[in-house]
């Protein structure tokens, strides 16, 4: 069951809508306004890395483009 995040354009108000099911209808509005203008986001993701031991770190690299940057990491643990 994916949850995906939405922005409404009219008040910038930020929502999630859980998909229970891929044939369901589901009315796109924001919960704050109503306005039906939306747009789907990107979903932030948390993790937590524990301190390892010498050299088993995350370890993180951010890149710069013209639309913006991103950001990859390699966690130590088996592949």
Known sequence: M????FRCLKCNECF???FTNTQEAVE???EKCDSRDVERIMS???????AGSGDARAVSQTRNCAS????TYDIPGPR
């Not at 994916?2 to 995040?5: G, L, V």
């Not at 932030?44 to 524990?50: D, K, Q, R």
């Open 2 to 5: 994916p949850i995906y995040e």
């Open 16 to 18: 999630e809508i859980l």
């Open 28 to 30: 796109l509005k924001c």
């Open 44 to 50: 932030g993701s948390n993790f937590a890395v524990s």
């Open 68 to 71: 913006g940057s991103c950001t």
